[in-house]
């Protein structure tokens, strides 16, 4: 068939094809509303990369583009050797924390859901209940008990409120109901111990949560302001948002630097979620079971 | 491979009693069958075989051994479950493999026993592939294959064939059945399909509500039943069940038709006389019955007559090629020998 003879039987076929129906008003509107909410969230990030590009006198001017955009800001906060000090913690805070959630929400959250105990209902309503206490009113108890520990200013006092969250059990509970019980019960008769059967079989299976909630602890705890800001006294010790907040002094806040700082702490955070969001899809296909 | 028993074995959950006292041994390379309806207590009979449920009472023994306390890992079973249960995140050698974990073989022969297994079951290009990547078919024979490999004394199968389409059904039914005589290991097979029951078994164990009905081989069981629950159960279409009278040389029909017996259940005695569809024809033998056809179902050799007698249904078995029209008149006979009579009461075997 010819260049032109293959033209013409497209141009056929695009002539006769149906003609696409007009979106009507509903649909409008929903693009309307996932318009608005898409640039709700993305403004602040705008903002942000904006101002750090801004000279300190142009930071209160509304203008998104700079008026005479400079890297100073960026070469000031990756100068100032504070700021790696901070990262480091922070990057040492929410790793671990993350670590030991995903270790020790997903061994609970599988005891809770795998193992048929007495008070197994009532451990898990106690577990959930915590959920419904504000971190403000935490705060005071954790500090007290960090103050008599000895754990004030220390990596230790940062994360131990934080290294078991009921919110990672409980997601972590709910996606091994998921898990069918023939898959424990075949690792039971081919000689794994249970701890084995959770190791080996259970956790590959939750993948998708596990991810899930790794995203969210580090994030959590990559963007902890209060609880940081109360137990730490040193500037050495601070994490990262508690040193970008110590930016400028008494009379002045150095907005373009805080946002330097934060617009360089979302690249640990944008790899985190690109390590682990394959995971989460990954997870969807996966199949072992009849289904 | 070892023997199998199971002595006065109960099993209660909640007050509620789900196995009543199972008595029932099994020999050394037997094929046995537990077949029954949902809730019959089959499952949690293999379950307790395998140690995945303690029994409230009562003992197993395997190979001459009390296993009762035993992990399931202690028991030298292997199980393959219906859902096949090979984990998604492994490839089929290590899925098969996956049972060789606590062995104390060294790595080649662990591999050449994976090897051996994968040939057995005609795996062997299919060991690198991952379970997503294979049909269903396939996903039963790894499932299979991870049981072999440890050359368990005892297999349970936990109604492995019941998520296969027919065809696929009966291809795997046959594997597992050349399989058995190719290996000769004990097998407990659990299913609520009477057709796999009757073709796989050496002998077949029927249950309902957690009590044997009946246990025999194929042919006793479909020839020989116990009562009316393994008339019906076993065989397709059902054993026509007509609720009759004994009377001094035989038994009285509700339709009058009297019927003589070699050896009658007595005068007066309330009794349900079971004659088979495929025993039931036109013409030869004891006359039964005569009554009206209302539906013909024709099955290619034969064709399955329901014939309306006195407004209760009965099926026949007619001729495949010239079989009699709806709403003719038929009068089924059937051969003495052919005939079940069953105590009106109890349903049991008289």
């Known amino acids: 068939m010819s260049d032109t003879a293959i033209r013409a039987s497209s141009e056929t076929l695009l002539a006769t094809k149906a003609p696409k129906r007009p979106a009507n008003m509903g649909q409008i509107l929903r693009w309307l509303i996932l318009f608005l909410g898409g640039i709700a969230m993305i403004m602040p990030i705008v903002y942000m990369l904006s101002t750090s590009l801004k000279w300190p006198h142009e930071v209160y001017d509304v203008n998104l583009v700079p008026k005479e955009p400079t890297l100073d800001n960026y070469r000031f906060v990756l100068e100032d050797g504070r700021f790696y000090g901070w990262f480091i913690n922070s990057l040492v805070i929410a790793t671990i924390t993350t670590i030991c959630n995903l270790f020790f929400d997903s061994l609970v959250g599988y005891t809770l859901c795998k193992f048929r105990f007495p008070g197994r209902y009532i451990v898990f309503i106690a577990i959930l209940s915590t959920l419904m206490i504000p971190t403000e009113m935490l705060v005071i108890p954790w500090y007290l008990m960090s103050q008599q520990f ?91 948002p508690v040193g970008l907040s110590s930016f400028g002094d008494e009379a002045d806040v150095a907005w373009e630097l805080i946002m330097t700082g934060a617009a360089i702490s979302t690249i640990p955070t944008l790899v985190v979620f690109l390590i682990f969001q394959r995971f989460i899809i990954r997870g969807v296909v996966m199949a072992g079971l009849k289904g | 491979m070892a023997n199998l028993a199971l002595r006065k074995l109960v099993q209660t ?132 294959g991870r049981a072999m490999v440890r050359d368990p004394a005892v297999f349970l199968f936990d109604e492995p064939l019941s998520n296969l389409d027919a065809q696929l059904r009966t291809q795997m039914r046959l594997e597992i059945k050349k399989l058995h005589q190719r290996v000769g290991t ?18 077949i164990v029927i249950m309902k509500d957690g009590v044997i009905q009946q246990v025999g081989t194929p042919a006793e069981v479909y020839h020989a039943p116990a009562n009316t629950f393994v008339a019906t159960f076993i065989g397709a279409p059902s054993m026509n069940m007509l609720p009759a009278v004994g009377t001094d040389e035989g038994i009285r029909l509700a339709s009058g038709q009297e019927v003589a017996l070699e050896r009658g259940p007595g005068a007066g005695r309330g009794v349900t006389l079971g004659v088979r569809p495929d025993d039931l024809h036109e013409g030869k033998g004891v006359p039964i019955l005569g009554g009206t056809v209302a539906v013909r179902e024709p099955l290619g050799p034969e064709t399955l007559i329901y014939v309306d007698v006195d407004g209760s249904e009965v099926i026949a078995k007619a001729d495949g090629r010239v079989p009699p029209e709806v709403g003719a008149r038929v009068e089924l006979c059937a051969r003495p020998e052919d005939l079940h009579v069953f105590d009106a009461t109890t349903g049991e075997a008289i």
Request: contains cysteine; glycine residues 8%.
């Open chain 2, 186 to 203: 004990t097998i407990v097979f659990v299913t609520h399909d009477q057709v796999e029951a009757m073709t796989m078994a050496d002998r």
């Open chain 2, 13 to 144: 959950y909640d007050k509620v009693t789900v196995l009543h006292g199972i008595d029932l041994e099994i020999g050394d390379g037997e094929f046995v069958v537990l077949v029954g309806p949902s809730g019959c207590g089959k499952s949690t009979t293999l379950r307790l075989i395998a140690g995945l449920e303690e029994a409230t009472s009562g003992d197993i023994e395997i190979g001459g051994r009390v296993v009762n306390h035993l992990e399931p890992k202690e028991r030298d079973i292997a199980m393959v479950f219906q859902n096949y249960a090979i984990y998604p995140h492994m490839t089929v050698r290590r899925n098969i493999g996956f049972g060789l974990r606590s062995s104390t073989l060294s790595r080649p022969e662990k591999d050449a026993r994976i090897e051996e297994v994968a040939k057995i079951l005609d795996m062997q290009d299919l060991l690198a592939r991952k379970p997503s990547q294979l049909s269903g078919g396939q996903r039963q024979r790894v499932a299979i």
């Open chain 1, 150 to 240: 000895g754990w004030l200013d220390t990596y230790w006092g940062i994360m131990f409120p934080g290294l078991m969250t009921a919110f990672g059990t409980f997601l972590m509970k709910q996606f091994f109901e998921t898990v069918p019980n023939d898959f424990i019960e075949a690792a039971r008769i081919d000689g794994l111990n249970e701890l084995e059967i959770w190791w080996t079989v259970a956790m590959p299976l939750v993948r998708p949560a596990l991810a899930a909630l790794a995203i969210f602890v580090f994030l959590g705890n990559w963007t902890a302001f209060i609880w940081p800001l109360i137990v730490t006294n040193s500037v050495e010790m601070y994490t990262l």
